[in-house]
């Protein structure tokens, strides 16, 4: 072995051994309330998202990281966060802000969530009962855009509210990456201020999408562990609880990408702790509703698929690859009356 293969193997050696310590000193920090060296890796990560167009989030100040100012969202001694409105003002001016971003579409796909709640009769199996729990629905969807499950769960609000249920948000949990609470919309903490107005979030730490890790982002390999083992617990509680539940989530862990040499959207596979978690939760009887969904302030697609458990591995990526041919089928559609929208004319597919 020549001199400078030897130290370029050791400069490797030693840089594994580095990022290990790293890594260790960043996974003591998870029992604390301040954790400097997590801020420190994850502020990369947001910057790196808010800079990307069309970002539609900023990231938090460093002001917000300590002490009493330091949001729940971004306390990673917590996992579970539960509901937080203290008036129903706040939660109709978080479901309000859909009407905004997508203006004159909103009756149209309000329409279309509540002939798919209303077939499947959801609302009504929330509530537990002496003979059984409430019944625990798996939202599962692609994920082209950062705000998509925020959207869904918006719209589920809004077909409750025509019925006449208005505390939904107690019967509605997100799960999200850990990196979102770094995030601001306008003046507002994306889970503090938003997603826990209407409904509660789980924290997990995906490996790819938004949160990829970069090289030297790797210390961050062992909290990332610790993290998803404790979001595993939480998701088994919430599914063996009495009450019912609605549960968003991107199975996949991570943002579609679009390929520009292919032409073409592809939909990563759902990960195998998500999709071992769907198995486990449909094995206690929770049900798994299936949507594709392109949300845009031009137009938007959403395209339920029918109900269905799963109880595999093979079933799980069946759901992943009917989202995909759903998204090519309803984007071929779509680009037909929407001629002028390029990201209709983009297929999708599963990898």
């Known amino acids: 072995m020549n001199s400078e293969s030897l130290r370029s193997k050791m400069h490797i050696q030693h840089s594994a051994l580095s990022n290990m310590v790293s890594a260790g000193t960043i996974a003591v920090e ?65 479901i309000s802000l859909e009407d905004l971003m997508l203006g004159q579409q909103i009756p149209g796909l309000k329409d279309k969530f509540a002939d798919y709640i209303d077939r ?97 982002q790797e210390k961050l390999m062992i909290f990332r562990g610790i993290c998803n083992h404790h979001t595993k617990q939480a998701f088994h509680e919430i599914i063996n609880s009495r009450q019912g539940q609605l549960i968003f989530m991107a199975p996949s862990g991570e943002q579609d990408k679009y390929s520009k040499e292919n032409n073409v959207v592809t939909m990563s596979a759902f990960s195998k702790s998500t999709s071992q978690l769907m198995i486990d939760a449909c094995n206690d009887g929770a049900i798994v509703m299936p949507v594709f969904v392109d949300y845009g302030a031009d137009a938007s697609i959403v395209e339920f698929i029918e109900p269905r458990q799963v109880k595999n591995m093979d079933d799980c990526r069946e759901v992943g690859k009917e989202i995909a041919r759903t998204g090519s089928i309803q984007r071929g559609i779509a680009s037909v009356k929407f001629p002028d929208i390029k990201r209709f004319k983009v297929p999708i597919e599963y990898s």
């Open 30 to 94: 998870l029992s604390k309330e301040t954790t400097p060296k997590i801020d420190e890796q994850f502020l990369s990560i947001a910057e790196r998202v808010s800079a990307a167009d069309g970002s539609l989030f900023s990231v938090i100040g460093k002001e917000a990281l300590i002490g009493s100012m330091r949001p729940d969202g971004i306390k990673h001694n917590l996992t579970y966060l539960k509901p937080n409105p203290i008036s129903d003002e706040e939660v109709r001016n978080v």
């Open 120 to 216: 499947h009769d959801i609302f009504s199996q929330l509530q537990p009962n002496k003979d059984k729990p409430g019944k625990k629905f798996l939202i599962v969807s692609n994920h082209l855009q950062l705000p998509d499950q925020g959207f869904t769960l918006g719209f589920f609000h809004k077909v409750a509210r025509d019925q006449g249920i208005d505390r939904l948000e107690n019967f509605s949990t997100a799960v999200i990456g850990r990196v979102i609470g770094y995030f601001q919309f306008g003046g507002l903490n994306v889970i503090d201020d938003v997603l826990r107005k209407v409904g509660s979030v789980l924290k997990t730490f995906p490996s790819g999408g938004s949160e990829a890790l970069s090289t030297e």
